[in-house]
């Protein structure tokens, strides 16, 4: 033991160094400012220097959305694990393991019902942590449960896309829930119900060829990155340099593929006043 370490533990003012948690501070990856982790929370992961919205996972935005104690979490629909026995550097089966052990979601979307400023609606809410948000046949099946939950409560569905697109371990079977996706919005659709999506960092992939640009109404969190294909691939094709800011929510909404750009302090007072406006017009 080094005598700095000595002296630290025989002063009683001092806390020990075993006694210090580990997680007091959060590094924003957007300006790479350290911010203590108390603070991170209670902006509900914002940066309080530069915006930068974080990404977070379903029950973190379950907590921001919904009205206090109204949250019924949704059960995942059962599907078939691993149908290609896939294998690359570890097996497929290994590796949702770890996501679900990691995440503790059994998978990378997850869907609820609760009240939104006491309007209904069931939330769907990817969670990126989870082997990319990726889109296999649990995420679509996922989708599609919350989508017949919504019909049958009648009330709207909002999806929190947040996505790297396909899941490459379930090949052509991940690629089918891209149609699938798009049969169950028309289905919500034919049922008088609203289909409201918000898109976070970053959505991309066969998500936003689907499902994330098939909204009633298109919203999306500061910066979030919004793509199919990745910039370098767009330059390459078409030997172009890019705008700045190309693919980023303020650029798409200049450009009119979205409705709104929210932070996310105001998105459940935004997505209530939404949800009303759009009820009150199918009600009528």
Known sequence: MSW???VRNV????????????NLWHKCTGCGQMIFQKEWEENLSVCPRCNHHGRIG??????????????????????R????????????????????????DADALINGFGRIEGLPAVVGVQNFAFMGGSMGTAVGAAFV?????????????????????????????????MPRATVAIQQLRAAGQPY????TDPTTGGVTAS????????????????????????????REKLPEGFQRAEYLLEHGMLDMVVARKDMRETLAR???????????
């Open 4 to 6: 700095l370490n000595r």
């Open 145 to 177: 449960a919350g989508i017949k939950e919504a019909i049958t409560r009648r009330c709207p569905y909002i999806i929190f896309t947040a996505a790297g697109g396909a899941r490459m371990q379930e090949g052509i079977l991940s690629l089918m829930q």
């Open 274 to 284: 939404t949800i009303g406006y759009l009820t009150a017009n199918r009600a009528a």
């Open 211 to 238: 499902y994330a640009m098939l909204g009633d109404i298109q919203i999306a969190e500061p910066n979030a990155l919004i793509a199919f294909a990745g910039a370098r691939v767009i330059e390459n094709t078409i």
């Open 11 to 22: 002063l009683p003012f001092i806390a020990k160094k075993s006694e210090t948690p580990d």
């Open 196 to 199: 409201i999506v918000v898109l």
């Open 81 to 104: 694990e691993d149908p290609l026995k896939f294998r690359d550097s570890k097996r497929y089966t290994d590796r949702l393991k770890g996501a679900r052990t990691a995440t503790g």
């Open 58 to 79: 379903a029950r973190e935005r379950f907590a921001q959305i919904f009205d206090d104690a109204t949250l019924t979490l949704l059960p995942a629909p059962t599907v």
